[in-house]
């Protein structure tokens, strides 16, 4: 059986998150302290590089190889960016911290910014998360007002401010070159990169962008240290994860875990079994631009790493899905969502999107034929190769996986004109987009 490790999410449900005392009895700012009286920045950026700490923003970058970039390139104003615009569908773990426990993500800040030599931060907090925008600005005014934040932190010559920065329902904002533009107050496109935001980010100045449950380990690390951190989870992939789990489970909600569960036993032991008269079909896995698992892959440990082996863990979303689920709706659902969101500004992600659902809703109609298999293949191949940012590069992954784990069930489509899961258009239901 699964246990639960909480770090993440240690004081969520615990502490009045409205209250910084509840938060320093529950060993609030004692990272802060320890950093600011015993450790040179260097220490720190150290620290977390040798704790494995990887970016859980769903890329998984090294945390502290980030943080070094940071330091060692010189610039007379760095920032410091806590990207909280968590627009994957299905994930909402960020949400959970930034409502249950800002005072931990306004710390990391600012270790991080002592640690690379920035002293402005900006969170970009999802525009519909409204609560969290509330918590965290109180949350920064508290600071302020204890001496954490602003001029002379804890009496020490370091200085740091926050400042929050809504979103406005972009999902293509939570890249961190177009949340920056976004921040700059231009259109949130993507720039091309390189260069990287390490070295010409927020207003062409150093930057480092880290996600929400990223900084959110950085407290403990500083106070318990690397080597405990990095005991935990699996050799590629250090701590913990925090996961949601929705769909056709008789729980849904999130869990914290060491790196390494499985989908059968995230099913099994935290979504409490499939829900009565559902039998598993597939899985969608770190969110639209994840992975959809089959039965077969139910075993594969999931980290960073286990995209190789076809589960992609990304931001932890985990969408259980049954026998009533039509794996050529689900892509064209898929389809629609990157291409309403796509910025439009390269051709590959603008185009291909709309060409392959175009070609899904086809199929799904019982008018595809055999040669819109070969041509979903090629877009999905163009997409990753050629689009300018993560969200064109991943818009295919659907394809592909329809394409390798269930492609009888497509062809049946277009062959017998039969949609086996008897959902979509073609079986006189409603289509879904
Ligand atoms: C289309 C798209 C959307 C993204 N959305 C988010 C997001 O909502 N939150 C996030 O932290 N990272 C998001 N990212 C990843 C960021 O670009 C960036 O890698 C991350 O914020 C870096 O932080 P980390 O190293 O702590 O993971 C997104 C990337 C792409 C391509
Ligand atoms: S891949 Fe898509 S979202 Fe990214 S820059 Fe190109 S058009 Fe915009």
Redesign the pocket.
């Known amino acids: 059986m699964i246990a639960e490790q909480r770090i993440v999410t240690e004081r969520l449900g615990i502490i009045d998150p409205q209250k910084i005392e509840d938060y320093i009895d529950h060993h609030g700012y004692e990272a802060l302290r320890k950093v600011l009286t015993g450790m040179s920045p260097a220490d720190v950026v150290d620290v977390i590089e040798r704790s494995g700490l990887r970016?859980?923003?769903?890329?998984g970058?090294p945390?502290g190889i980030?943080w070094k970039y940071v330091s060692k390139t010189p610039g007379d104003q760095k920032y410091v960016i806590c990207?909280a615009?968590?627009?994957?569908p299905g994930t909402f773990k960020d949400r959970l911290v930034l409502e249950g426990d800002p005072h931990t993500i306004v710390e990391a800040m600012i270790i991080a910014g002592y640690a690379v030599g920035a002293s402005v931060g900006y969170i970009y907090i999802r525009g519909e998360y409204g609560l969290s925008q509330k918590r965290f600005s109180h949350a920064i005014r508290q600071a302020r007002q204890n001496g954490y934040l602003g001029e002379h932190i804890l009496k020490s010559d370091f200085n740091f401010e926050i400042h929050v920065h809504s979103g406005a329902g972009a999902?293509?904002c939570?890249?961190?070159t177009a949340l920056i533009e976004s921040i700059e107050g231009k259109r949130g496109e993507p720039r091309t990169r390189p260069p990287y935001p390490t070295t010409n980010g927020l207003w062409n100045m150093p930057t480092l962008?880290?996600?929400?449950e990223?900084l959110a380990n950085v407290t403990a690390i500083i106070r318990n240290g690397a080597e405990w951190y990095h005991a935990i989870g699996t050799p590629s992939s250090a701590g913990t994860k925090v996961f949601t789990i929705f769909g056709k489970v008789n729980s849904r909600g999130f869990f914290e875990v060491p790196m390494g569960i499985s989908l059968r036993q995230a099913i099994d032991t935290f979504g409490k079994g499939m829900a009565s008269g559902s039998t598993f079909k597939l899985a969608q896995t770190g969110g639209s631009?994840g992975s959809l698992v089959p039965p077969d892959l139910l075993d594969i440990p999931m980290d960073f790493d286990s995209f190789k082996a076809g589960v992609v863990m990304g931001s932890g979303a985990l969408l259980i899905c049954d026998q009533n689920t039509c794996v050529v709706d689900l892509a064209r659902v898929l389809l629609n969502f990157f291409r309403v969101e796509s910025c439009g500004k390269c051709n590959p992600c603008r185009i291909g999107n709309m060409r392959a659902q175009t070609i899904l809703n086809g199929i799904a109609q019982g008018i595809g034929t055999m040669k819109d298999l070969e041509n979903l293949e090629m877009i999905g191949r163009y997409l990753y190769e050629m689009s300018n940012?993560?969200?064109g590069q991943t818009a295919g992954s659907p394809l592909r996986d329809i394409l390798t784990h269930f492609r009888p069930e497509v062809e049946a489509h277009i062959i017998s004109k039969d949609c086996l899961a008897g959902v979509c258009a073609m079986s006189g239901q409603p289509a879904l987009v």
Request: net charge negative.
């Open positions: 970016g859980r923003g769903g890329a970058f945390t980030k990207n615009d968590e627009s994957e999902y293509i939570g890249e961190e962008v880290n996600n929400v990223t631009s940012c993560g969200l």
